[in-house]
């Protein structure tokens, strides 16, 4: 068996350990030991696969989490026949992402509200400036395609991540996501849309 492979499955798996500690622990308790002990190897195991220790693991654990949503919601996001059903589809898309992965949005939350030195910020992460990013994109395409009025679309994209941010605890608290997804659309598609 290719080496590399077996190096890639084995950081896959310390990574998914790391997700299951920190959706259950909180960074602040999510040690490497801890970490190893749920992988089923040693503490050296963890080291080396990932030498930057802690930090450089819950950085992987970040690039899994958002991988993963952007496989389950871009695929509709980009087939949808206008702007504003892609805005639908996004929002549609992100919540039920959060329901069918409640562990994963623990583990991105327990990261980014640490106060660990090891601890890394939403703002600073170069897949949530691409998810704004591509926010504002669809929302300038709603714009130019006379679906949706003018307005700032950058402080539109803020205001649909703060949105989703509000959905994912909501969703953990046991809302059902099609309801709350149905209200959401409905809300931003009501503040976006050219009334006619």
Excluded: K, W
């Excluded at 190096?7 to 490497?32: H, N, T």
């Excluded at 190893?36 to 990932?50: I, K, L, P, Q, T």
């Excluded at 949005?105 to 030195?117: D, E, F, K, V």
């Amino acid at each position: 068996m290719d080496h590399t492979f077996l190096q890639s499955a084995r950081r896959a798996q310390l990574v998914d350990a790391a997700i299951d500690v920190l959706a259950d622990l909180g960074a602040e308790q999510a040690s490497l030991v801890r970490i190893a002990e749920c992988a089923g190897v040693s503490r050296g195991v963890v080291n080396y696969h990932f030498p930057g220790g802690r930090r450089e693991l819950f950085e992987a654990a970040v690039d899994a989490v958002y991988d993963l949503g952007r496989r389950e919601v871009q695929p509709d996001t980009l087939s949808a026949q206008s702007p504003r059903d892609s805005v639908a589809s996004f929002v549609r898309g992100s919540i039920a992402f959060y329901a069918r992965y409640p562990s994963h949005l623990r583990a991105l939350t327990a990261i980014y509200t640490s106060r660990t030195g090891d601890s890394l910020r939403r703002e600073d992460r170069p897949e949530h400036a691409a998810e704004m990013m591509a926010t504002a994109g669809l929302l300038r395409d709603g714009q130019v395609a006379g679906q949706m009025r003018e307005f700032d679309v950058t402080l539109m994209a803020l205001t649909i991540r703060a949105i989703l941010d509000t959905a994912v605890g909501l969703t953990a608290a046991g809302a059902d996501p099609v309801v709350l997804a149905d209200e959401l659309v409905s809300t931003i598609d009501g503040a976006t849309r050219v009334i006619s």
